[in-house]
């Protein structure tokens, strides 16, 4: 355990907990599904509990789901750039970073005199399971 899940409240360990259980990217309301019984009642509260998780880097949000997912790299962060291969079949997700992807898209950037806040990449497709079978 890191420190920064040690500062984590109730609320935000239950939704962590969830999504690590899930392994796959699931949607507040997913989420919310499985903590009623433990008391969570409002989408609000997961929607908090997120962007906590989210700030800390333990979840990703996935933009084209609209679905949250546990973090799968403890330190993907340092890279400033994260990839992710959904698999529209079975719905596994692969987190990865890639430090040439990286250094070209930091090359654009400085090139456009763009300020990155923020990249990720969606990959949509077919697992190596699904596309075998
Ligand atoms: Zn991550
Ligand atoms: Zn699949």
Same mark, same amino acid.
């Given at each position: &355990?890191?420190?920064?899940?040690?500062?984590?409240?109730?609320?935000?360990?239950?939704?962590?907990?969830?999504?690590n #259980?899930?392994?796959?990217? &699931?949607?507040?309301?997913?989420?919310?599904?499985?903590?009623?019984?433990?008391? &969570?009642?409002?989408?609000?509260?997961?929607?908090?509990?997120?962007?906590?998780?989210?700030?800390h880097?333990?979840?990703?949000?996935?933009?084209?789901?609209?679905? $949250?997912?546990?973090?799968?790299?403890?330190? =993907?962060? +340092?890279?400033?750039?994260?990839?992710?291969? *959904? =698999?529209?079949?079975?719905?596994?997700?692969? #987190? $990865?970073? +890639?430090? #040439?992807?990286?250094?070209?898209l930091?090359?654009?950037?400085?090139?456009?005199? $763009?300020?990155?806040?923020?990249?990720? *990449? #969606?990959?949509?497709?077919e697992?190596?399971a699904?596309?075998?079978?």
């Amino acid at each position: &355990m890191t420190s920064a899940q040690a500062d984590l409240t109730r609320n935000q360990s239950l939704v962590l907990r969830v999504l690590n #259980e899930a392994g796959t990217p &699931m949607s507040a309301y997913d989420i919310l599904d499985r903590l009623r019984e433990s008391g &969570m009642r409002a989408p609000l509260q997961v929607y908090r509990a997120l962007e906590k998780l989210i700030e800390h880097g333990n979840v990703h949000r996935l933009e084209s789901l609209n679905a $949250f997912v546990a973090c799968s790299h403890a330190k =993907c962060h +340092d890279s400033g750039f994260i990839a992710f291969a *959904i =698999c529209e079949s079975c719905g596994n997700v692969s #987190e $990865f970073s +890639d430090p #040439e992807v990286t250094s070209r898209l930091a090359a654009w950037t400085q090139r456009n005199s $763009f300020r990155a806040a923020k990249t990720t *990449i #969606e990959i949509r497709g077919e697992c190596s399971a699904c596309a075998g079978a």
